[in-house]
């Protein structure tokens, strides 16, 4: 079983950047479709975007669309958000997942991480 571990959240202001990564181990990552999810407080866990296996295909929520960027370093177990002009509805905790195939639905992702929390002031 695969554990994913995320880390680089934090308190920024709107505008600002962060970089979220998230640490595969015990698993088969370098296989493995990834993806980040967010939820923010009483709101559903919301897609955010998904990334295959090689990295060749993306997949992003219109809402981050040009803002967000998802990334993988297979050789590294690790997969990364870029997030760019951040907002405050971006506030949230976000989790990173992992599905053996292609997938952008929750349910469709086998392992989750614990989360990790992003706080955008305005």
């Known amino acids: 079983q695969v554990q994913l571990v995320e880390s680089g959240g934090g308190l920024v202001q709107a505008g600002d950047s962060l970089r979220l990564s998230c640490a595969a181990s015990?698993?088969?990552?370098?296989?493995?479709?990834m993806g980040w999810f967010r939820q923010a407080p009483g709101k559903e866990r919301e897609f955010v975007a998904a990334?295959?296996?090689?990295?060749?295909?993306?997949n992003y929520a219109d809402s981050v669309k040009g803002r967000f960027t998802i990334s993988r370093d297979n050789a590294k177990n690790t997969a990364y958000l870029q997030m760019n002009s951040l907002k405050p509805e971006d506030t949230a905790v976000y989790y990173c997942?992992?599905?053996?195939?292609?997938?952008?639905?929750?349910?469709?992702?086998?392992?989750w991480g614990q989360g990790t929390q992003v706080t955008v002031s305005s």
């Open positions: 015990g698993g088969t990552f370098r296989s493995s479709a």
């Open positions: 990334i295959s296996w090689s990295g060749y295909s993306t």
């Open positions: 997942a992992l599905s053996p195939r292609w997938a952008i639905v929750a349910a469709d992702f086998s392992s």
